[in-house]
């Protein structure tokens, strides 16, 4: 007998299935304009600043080398978050990495033993940030300087880091002495980095096209902006005068990254066989502190 959670699941998922084809039967022009826009966004945003960076993670990973950036250098980070070396090194990827990059270096990381289950559930929530790039150029453009994009991109990964302490508890116990033993296989890295780069590329598009419906009920504004981060960025510069209040929302949108990024990193999650349950309920908390940041210390670099 089906719970009522499973049902309900059902029937919100075939809902989701009529509504969506409907929309796409219904609205063709709209959807191609909209999945158009989403492919623009992926050529001249998306894939020039994750790609490369998902590249040389991988190589990073695989090498071996996460876990000696890690005891090396992240000794502090590991001793206030409670993670290993090897978490200590997908942190700090995770600063310079873009999303998804730290779910899938912690995916890789589980695969291969370096890190426990626990510690790699928890990694996952707070390694997953905009690239700095992303946030000064992109981000920065939005709000008419790159320092404004450059504060968005310090104030996400404070809130971050401020969850990473709150979930120091529950990374586990660690893996003693373990460490990636896959090789540095450049071919590799470059392969499983397009496949990872078509799989973002298809839920932009996705995603846009969603974002593109929302935008067309009333009421619905800053709603629309929640599916893509890109596009979503975009309509929030568009939507709020007050420049204040127009960083904030922003920062708050680049910090929780989207249900696009969210899909990617519960799928990444879901195939390495962890939950992604710190990750839901953290980004939403992580926007949420990041709003507010933004919008407290305005004055002191904006004003």
């Known amino acids: 007998m089906k719970t009522k959670k499973s049902v309900i699941r059902t029937v919100s998922s075939f809902l989701f299935i009529v509504l969506y084809t409907a929309y796409l039967l219904i609205f063709s022009d709209r959807t191609k304009a909209d999945a158009a826009e989403g492919l623009r966004l992926c050529a001249g945003v998306i894939l020039p600043a994750v790609f490369p960076f998902s590249v040389a993670s991988s190589l990073i990973v695989s090498s071996g080398l996460c876990g000696a950036l890690g005891t090396y250098i992240g000794r502090p980070f590991s001793a206030l978050l409670g993670i290993s ?116 590329c298809a839920d932009v598009v996705v995603f846009s096209i969603i974002s593109g419906a929302l935008s067309a009920v009333p009421y619905c504004g800053v709603v629309s902006a929640l599916p893509e981060l ?7 510069s568009g939507m709020i005068s007050d420049p204040r209040l127009r960083g904030a929302a922003v920062c708050a949108l680049t910090s929780f990254s989207g249900l696009c990024v969210m899909d990617q990193v519960c799928g990444v999650c879901r195939e390495a066989g962890l939950s992604a349950r710190y990750y839901v309920i953290g980004k939403p908390l992580q926007a949420l ?8 210390s305005y004055p002191l670099f904006l004003s």
């Open 85 to 200: 070396g090897s978490g200590a090194g997908v942190f700090f990827l995770g600063l310079v990495g873009g999303y998804p990059t730290g779910a899938s270096s912690c995916a890789r990381l589980y695969r291969d033993k370096a890190v426990s289950k626990a510690e790699a559930e928890a990694l996952v929530s707070y390694t997953n940030n905009a690239t700095p790039a992303f946030s000064a150029v992109f981000i920065g453009s939005l709000l008419g300087s790159r320092r404004a994009g450059f504060a968005v991109y310090l104030i996400c990964i404070l809130s971050a880091f401020l969850w990473g302490l709150l979930l120091r508890k529950k990374t586990g116990s660690h893996v003693p002495n373990a460490s990636a033993s896959g090789g540095c296989d450049l071919s590799s890295c470059v392969a499983s980095s397009a496949r990872s780069a078509v799989v973002i």
């Open 230 to 236: 890109t596009n979503g960025a975009v309509k929030l």
């Open 289 to 296: 502190f990041s709003f507010f940041a933004f919008y407290l």
